[in-house]
């Protein structure tokens, strides 16, 4: 019924840039953030970055703070992750998701993507 698709992985050298973005469709729904997180193999799922719908807060990992830029066209129920300056340790399949309050937690995200791959080299 709500649906989320990631798109703009790929393989990067490191200090290279990919921009994602996550399209929502579907049933409407109250969505006061959308999120970014991601999850490396062997490792637990992470909170990367997020965004308020109405406010346009924001709010970034410390890990990519300074490097990546979430933004969001409300218009066209997307989210982007500018990611700038990739390191090999943001290799990761990363997931857009979608919550119903403000939270860093990814618990709190009731609408996931299927992920999409981001491979950086050294």
């Known amino acids: 019924q709500v649906q989320l698709v990631e798109s703009g992985g790929g393989l990067v050298q490191a200090g290279g840039s990919l921009r994602l973005s996550c399209a929502a469709s579907?049933?409407?729904?109250?969505?006061?953030?959308m999120g970014w997180f991601r999850q490396a193999p062997g490792k637990e799922r992470e909170f990367v970055a997020r965004?308020?719908?109405?406010?346009?807060?924001?709010d970034y990992a410390d890990s990519v703070k300074g490097r990546f830029t979430i933004s969001g066209d409300n218009a066209k129920n997307s989210v982007y992750l500018q990611m700038n300056r990739l390191k090999p340790d943001d290799t990761a399949v990363y997931y857009c998701?979608?919550?119903?309050?403000?939270?860093?937690?990814?618990?709190?995200?009731?609408?996931w993507g299927q992920g999409t791959q981001v491979t950086v080299s050294s």
């Open positions: 998701a979608a919550a119903e309050s403000w939270s860093r937690t990814s618990s709190s995200y009731t609408y």
């Open positions: 579907g049933r409407t729904f109250s969505r006061y953030a």
């Open positions: 965004i308020g719908i109405w406010s346009s807060n924001t």
